[in-house]
């Protein structure tokens, strides 16, 4: 079918409507270019130390020497990554793509239950902790098909005598870092210089290899595997790129990494774009202290920021923040959740910089739409489709629905995933036999070729940017003896665009909203809690016994 694309007239002035796919044939072939170019340029900071690009290139060398020569892995086999922003981080990542073998995400945050899922379901080999989440691994080990465990302390890349204060601090004085116990298990460090004795093969990677598992929800509420390809990885980047670099100084530029890198947004936008640039990405441990966020970021005279609405909220409700020096910043972009006017708003007022939405999904690589680089202020807008990519609303039986009218954005492109892994039934579900990716958001698209979100057709439930499923906390709370049933929904919040509300039928009528809440935080990570408990004799239901979740966002009547 043949598409209008309106979106074209308004593209900045040196934005191309197609970008080459083809210039890199892989992630790994971007980053060795990054490195000729930029080798003795800072490539990332954390902590209050530097690498350059000629260090990543040597240590990610060292570690896929150490997974090729001395695990033996193969071609396509995974490696789980389950750290927060540090150095590590990098070069573990960098290390896996270069040895040939596909990255695993993993929130460091998830429960036992959660990781376990993925790590049996993606059949991981090995995977690099931090010293802090270390239990959660112990726990679970011995049901996967893991073989060996790489762990690392926070402070392991900040060289003596820092990095022994940091970790000591961390484990005494802190009691970040529970004690734990795996077999066999491997220092990073220790696995770097067996690297360094290993040589590194010539490894043939092909543009459709896979380089990450991204794992997000579904709406079976079990979370499911994107295959994003080097190729994939790669149209997104150079996308991007041509999208924000033409008032990018190559080279120079500083963007703060504050957004976790195992989430899809930060990977590709900060990571992966930035590196292209030859830019530094500025690494945010722990951006939940905002206190200590706005003091790094007077340090830094970075040119760019990523965030979600909540982050650039928090930011601006931190005292401080508005001494920061935001002389040299020239590209705020959100993602994640919908950026809210008040926040664009004030984000502008206070730093001078237009805070830009932007739109994407895990399976998308993840940019699909952005605002222009030069819009003088936020229009309520997720952008325009980014060169190569294809958007359009359909309606319920596929068929396109005229301009303004309400239907399910669809997005196709070179960034579109090739499908979730092992779960053929699921990918065929939201892709079609013409590429199409059915996003499951409800969307229109105005005259100029700007599309606007109007509501989910899931009921994903979407706090701070992290996707949470109704049914997987259905499930967890259902596990409950005394709990007969269960919705969950989200409700408006002030801090996370969304929390989590469970509504439930009592089974035992001594329930408490404080056990509910107690045995979630045994199973679910901290962002699919439920911030409110409601007990109900009864829940609404359609004709055939669903549960009509719609109706419970809503207040019960007094």
């Not at 004690?179 to 040589?199: E, N, P, S, V, W």
């Not at 992966?272 to 905002?290: A, S």
């Not at 294809?390 to 009218?405: I, L, Q, S, Y």
Request: contains cysteine; neutral net charge.
């Amino acid at each position: 079918m043949s598409i209008e694309r309106p979106w074209l007239a308004q593209y900045p002035a040196g934005v191309p409507a197609q970008i080459d796919v083809d210039e890199y044939p892989s992630i790994v072939s971007v980053f060795e270019a990054a490195v000729a170019n930029y080798r003795d340029r800072p490539a990332f900071a954390n902590l209050g130390k530097t690498l350059t690009y000629a260090q990543i290139d040597k240590l990610s060398a060292q570690f896929a020497a150490y997974l090729l020569g001395e695990l033996k892995l193969k071609k396509g086999d995974r490696v789980a990554i389950m750290m927060p922003n540090c150095l590590q981080y990098p070069i573990a990542t960098f290390g896996v793509l270069r040895a040939g073998l596909t990255v695993v995400n993993t929130n460091p945050m998830y429960t036992a239950r959660e990781l376990k899922h993925q790590l049996v379901d993606s059949g991981t080999s090995a995977i690099v902790v931090l010293d802090n989440f270390g239990t959660t691994v112990q726990e679970v080990i011995g049901g996967t098909q893991v073989k060996q465990v790489i762990t690392t302390g926070l402070g392991d890349m900040l060289g003596f005598p820092k990095g022994s204060i940091v970790n000591f601090v961390l484990k005494h004085v802190k009691k970040m870092v529970p004690d734990y116990d795996i077999a066999g298990a491997i220092r990073f460090k220790d696995a770097l210089t067996l690297g360094q004795m290993q040589t590194l093969p010539e490894i043939k990677i092909d543009p459709q290899d896979i380089a990450f598992l991204q794992y997000t929800g579904g709406t079976t509420g079990v979370a499911k595997g994107a295959m994003l390809t080097h190729r994939n990885l790669v149209a997104n980047m150079q996308q991007a790129a041509a999208w924000v670099g033409t008032n990018v100084k190559l080279g120079e530029e500083i963007i703060i990494t504050a957004l976790p890198l195992y989430h899809i947004f930060a990977l590709t936008a900060n990571g992966l774009v930035f590196m292209k640039f030859g830019g530094l990405n500025h690494l945010i441990t722990n951006p939940r202290d905002m206190p200590g966020f706005v003091k790094e970021l007077k340090k830094v005279p970075f040119t760019a920021i990523t965030g979600v609405n909540t982050l650039f909220n928090g930011l601006l409700n931190t005292p401080g923040f508005d001494q920061v020096d935001f002389s040299k910043l020239h590209l705020t972009l959100g993602g994640g959740m919908a950026v809210q006017r008040a926040v664009a708003e004030r984000w502008k007022q206070v730093t001078g910089s237009t805070l830009l939405e932007a739109y994407g999904l895990t399976e998308t690589s993840p940019a699909a739409c952005i605002n222009p680089m030069d819009l003088a202020e936020y229009n309520g807008a997720i952008g325009l489709p980014i060169p190569s990519t294809d958007a359009c609303v359909k309606d319920e039986n596929g068929n396109e629905m005229p301009m303004g009218e309400v239907g399910e954005l669809c997005i196709r492109g070179p960034q579109v995933m090739k499908g979730y892994w092992q779960r053929p039934e699921e990918t065929a579900q939201v892709m079609d036999a013409d590429g199409w990716l059915h996003t499951g958001d409800m969307a229109k698209m105005d005259e100029n070729g700007f599309f606007f979100i109007v509501d989910r057709k899931k009921d994903m439930i979407l706090v701070s940017g992290f996707n949470v499923y109704p049914n997987e906390i259905e499930d967890v709370i259902a596990m409950m003896p005394g709990v007969l049933e269960v919705a969950a929904v989200g409700v408006p919040d002030d801090k996370s665009g969304e929390a989590v509300k469970v509504v439930i039928v009592k089974k035992d009528p001594a329930l408490t909203a404080e056990q509910v809440k107690a045995h979630a935080r045994t199973n679910l990570t901290g962002y699919k809690h439920p911030k409110f408990v409601e007990f109900r004799t009864e829940l609404p239901k359609t004709n055939v016994g669903k549960i009509l979740r719609r109706e419970l966002r809503d207040p019960p009547a007094s």
